[in-house]
């Protein structure tokens, strides 16, 4: 498939709009396709009862690509209690921590809700912009609507293991075509109600080369050419091992389409910067592709999104 145009991306806001298809007051969007049944389903993948987070873990340094580092700083510490050099009229000796984020980025793992993102000033159904506020936050379709938590069928496309190479360039992104020779070579397919995680190998170059600024470097995520494949399998969740969009994204008027056109018009939740390096892993030894997957958003008061700890189970 050769990469759309402009105006073929421009479209697929109305050929892939799921605006009403789960009535006029869904806050969920794509979450809806995890059924019961589903969940039930992919309980069944948890075999072994072995357990592979698919976080990065929080640094609170600055880097190329984290710009405005968490920021963590000791409240209480046990400085000092050993020796008597401190004393204290608490009740109880006790280290605590105040921690500060913006995980919007390219090196959190997060969760996006569906009001992380705009399109000529509406939200996923129609909503107006200005329900996410200074003032107040999210208002409506915030992180929260997630706060049971979502648990589902996970499947891996290593897209380097599919192509042969260590990773993607950057710029250069997943097609669909990758996904689909996935499906065959490894003997699965994608699902209604899943969450599809792409390796496209950015994290390991991060790890073997270093941080470079993304926005000026360029990055790499699924293409919008997938889409209308995300569109027709009816996954609940895209979550690839960056910020999940091509970084140029080769489009004037649309600079991050999997953002704007997934979360505004389909209503999909997206998962961005896990790190899938163990998950690959795991999955090549096994030769076994799908497991179940939870993730627990935390339930924050009118937030566009979460910190989260994905943890997949074989």
């Known amino acids: 498939m050769d990469i759309p145009t402009e105006q073929e991306v421009l479209s697929y806001f109305e050929k892939l709009c799921n605006w009403g298809r789960w009535g006029s007051d869904d806050q969920r969007g794509t979450l809806n396709l995890i059924s019961p049944q589903k969940t039930q389903q992919a309980l069944s993948l948890a075999?072994?009862?072995?357990?592979?987070?698919?976080?990065?873990?929080?640094?609170?340094?600055?880097s190329l690509d984290s710009q405005f580092p968490p920021i963590h700083f000791m409240l209480e510490s046990g400085d000092g209690l050993a020796?008597?050099?401190?004393?204290?009229?608490?009740?109880i000796q006790a280290a605590s921590d105040f921690i500060g984020m913006a995980?919007?980025?390219f090196t959190i793992t997060h969760l996006d809700s569906l009001s992380?993102?705009?399109?000529?000033?509406?939200?996923?159904?129609?909503?107006?912009s200005n329900l996410?506020?200074?003032s107040l936050g999210a208002t409506i379709e915030s992180v929260v609507v997630a706060k049971t938590g979502i648990l589902t069928r996970g499947v891996l496309v290593d897209v380097p293991m599919i192509r042969g190479i260590n990773w993607l360039e950057r710029g250069e992104g997943v097609m669909p075509e990758d996904i689909l020779t996935a499906e065959k070579q490894c003997g699965f397919k994608v699902e209604e109600g899943d969450v599809l995680f792409i390796r496209t190998g950015q994290l390991h170059r991060r790890n073997t080369e270093g941080p470079v600024d993304i926005k000026t470097s360029g990055g790499t995520a699924c293409q919008a050419a997938c889409l209308p494949l995300f569109h027709e399998r009816g996954i609940a969740m895209i979550a690839a091992d960056t910020g999940n969009d091509v970084i140029p994204s080769g489009y004037q008027s649309i600079p991050s389409p999997i953002h704007q056109v997934g979360i505004v018009a389909m209503g999909l939740w997206i998962l961005d910067n896990p790190d899938l390096e163990e998950l690959a892993k795991a999955c090549?030894?096994?030769?076994?592709?799908?497991?179940?997957?939870?993730?627990?958003?935390?339930?924050?008061h009118n937030t566009t999104g979460s910190p989260v700890n994905p943890v997949a189970i074989f």
């Open 47 to 62: 075999t072994e009862g072995t357990s592979i987070s698919c976080a990065r873990t929080i640094q609170f340094d600055s």
């Open 103 to 105: 995980f919007h980025g």
């Open 284 to 300: 090549s030894q096994r030769n076994r592709w799908e497991f179940l997957i939870t993730i627990n958003p935390l339930p924050l």
């Open 83 to 91: 020796t008597g050099d401190k004393v204290t009229n608490r009740s």
């Open 116 to 128: 992380h993102i705009f399109w000529e000033g509406k939200m996923y159904n129609g909503r107006p």
């Open 132 to 134: 996410v506020s200074t």
